[in-house]
C-alpha cells in the first residue's frame, strides 16, 4: 500500500475570540457561522502555503481536501456540536487554487467515519475541522490504541496556528507524528499544544 500524509488543521479564527468584528461569508454578508477577516486572511495564508509548497517540506500540496459539512441534514442532534460553515470557509480558497471539491461527506460529530475513510487513503490528505472533537476524537481514531508520542491531548480555543502531521509508509507502518508551527500571521507561535 502507498504512503500517507494526513495533515490536519483547525478552522480559522471565529467571532467573539478575540477578533474584531462580526462573522462573515465570502461575499461580505454577516453570518456568525462564518470566519471573521482574520480568518479569511488565514484562509488565504494557507491556501498560499499548500499550494505553493513555499520551501516547507511539511505542508504538503494535498491531494484530497476534507472540511467538516457546512450545512448537515438535517443538521447534529448532539446540542454540544454546533453548525459551522468555518471548516469549510478555512480550505475553499485552497481547494479552488488547487482545482480539487472539498470533500464534505462527514460531520461534526461523525469523526470515527471521517478517520475510518482517510486513513484507507494514499499521499497527501489536508482535513479541517473543530479544534475539540480533532482531539477528543479524530486523534483517538488515527492512532487506533497505539502509542504516538508527543500526541497533544488539549488545543488552546485561541490556537489557529497550528497543523497536526500523521505520516506512514504503508498501512501497516506505525504512523510518525509532529506538530508544525507555520507562523503565517502575526502573533502566530510555535508552542506545542499540550497534555
Known amino acids: 500500500m502507498s504512503a500517507l500524509t494526513l495533515m490536519i488543521i483547525r478552522h480559522a479564527e471565529k467571532p467573539n475570540r478575540g477578533w474584531p468584528g462580526p462573522g462573515l461569508t465570502e461575499k461580505g454578508e454577516v453570518d456568525d457561522k462564518s ?10 495564508a494557507w491556501c498560499a502555503l499548500f499550494a505553493k509548497n513555499l520551501g516547507e517540506p511539511d505542508f504538503l500540496r494535498p491531494q484530497m481536501i476534507y472540511a467538516a459539512n457546512p450545512n448537515p441534514e438535517p443538521g447534529p442532534s448532539d446540542p454540544d456540536i454546533e ?3 468555518r471548516p469549510f470557509e478555512t480550505v475553499k480558497p485552497l481547494a479552488r487554487k488547487l482545482g480539487l471539491k472539498p470533500v464534505t461527506t462527514w460531520s461534526v460529530g461523525q469523526e470515527d467515519d471521517l ?9 497527501a490528505v ?3 475541522w473543530e479544534h475539540k472533537r480533532i482531539i477528543s476524537d479524530m486523534l483517538p481514531a488515527i492512532v ?9 491531548s ?3 480555543g485561541s490556537r489557529f496556528d497550528v497543523m497536526l502531521r500523521f505520516e506512514r509508509p504503508s498501512s501497516t ?11 503565517l ?3 502566530d507561535t510555535d508552542i506545542a499544544l499540550g497534555h
Open 35 to 44: 470566519l471573521v477577516i482574520r480568518g479569511w486572511h488565514r484562509a488565504g
Open 83 to 85: 453548525v459551522s460553515h
Open 115 to 123: 478517520v475510518g475513510e482517510i486513513t484507507k487513503l494514499s499521499g
Open 126 to 128: 489536508l482535513v479541517c
Open 144 to 152: 487506533n490504541g497505539d502509542h504516538v508520542p508527543d500526541l497533544p
Open 154 to 156: 488539549k488545543w488552546d
Open 173 to 183: 507502518a506505525p504512523w510518525s507524528f509532529k506538530q508544525c508551527f507555520p507562523l
Open 185 to 187: 500571521l502575526d502573533g
